[in-house]
């Protein structure tokens, strides 16, 4: 089984900076990983497919990279909306998800 | 527009059966390349995919729970059913149905969830 291990597990931010989180995966799954946002008692929200494709309706300061097992999901300039928790997924070998990084407001 | 909803007992014992319902609109599981799957979330804790059902039947399941778990469909009727046996406290989680397709591969819609809680 394929494990994604997130970093770091909480990220202390204020509005307007930058955010900067990661997630490793346990053998190469290429491009195979998706990025969710999940807010307090909400169904995750997909933002981010193929390691760096923005889904339709996603603000751009959103922004995926990484290929192989070393992945990146950046927030640009953080909003109010923006503080929640983020998953990865990847869909190389089933579905495996990691263990979040919590957005908070520092 | 796709949606999707999950129903079913709220409080199961222990011991007992599961049985959660995905009622879904928007796609028929009968389009080549479509998916349903099942992913858990206990309380304060990470995501766990579950198992997956595709258009052609094929069906996929974590590892860990693959001898407890069963996911059929029934496309007339545009619902994914999962069953899990022998369930535990430690199986007390809110649970989503999900959609995918092999164009992203990912989860892009899914259900508001259901909490279960296993309780005597």
């Known amino acids: 089984e394929i494990v994604l291990t997130q970093s770091p597990g909480t990220l202390s931010l204020s509005p307007g900076e930058r955010a900067t989180l990661s997630c490793r995966a346990s053998?190469?799954?290429?491009?195979?990983l998706a990025w969710y946002q999940q807010k307090l008692d909400q169904a995750p929200r997909l933002l981010i497919f193929?390691?760096?494709k923005r889904v339709t309706g996603i603000p751009d300061r959103f922004s995926g990279s990484g290929s192989g097992t070393d992945f990146t999901l950046t927030i640009s300039r953080l909003e109010p909306e923006d503080f929640a928790v983020y998953h990865c997924q990847q869909y190389a070998d089933s579905a495996t998800f990691g263990r979040g990084t919590k957005v908070e407001i520092k | 527009q796709i949606t999707l909803k999950e129903s079913g007992p709220t409080l199961v014992k222990p011991t007992q059966t599961l049985t959660l319902t995905c009622t879904f609109s928007g796609f028929s599981l009968n389009t080549g390349g479509v998916t349903v799957g099942w992913i858990r979330q206990p309380p304060g804790e990470a995501l766990q995919w579950l198992t997956d059902i595709y258009w052609n039947d094929n069906k996929k399941y974590s590892p860990s729970l693959r001898s407890r778990l069963t996911i059929t469909k029934d496309t007339s009727k545009n619902q994914v059913v999962l069953t899990m046996t022998s369930m535990d406290p430690v199986d007390t989680a809110t649970y989503y149905c999900?959609?995918?397709?092999?164009?992203?591969?990912?989860?892009?819609?899914w259900g508001q969830g259901i909490l279960v809680t296993v309780s005597s």
């Open positions: 053998q190469s799954i290429r491009s195979n």
């Open positions: 193929g390691a760096s």
């Open positions: 999900a959609y995918s397709n092999i164009l992203t591969g990912s989860f892009d819609y």
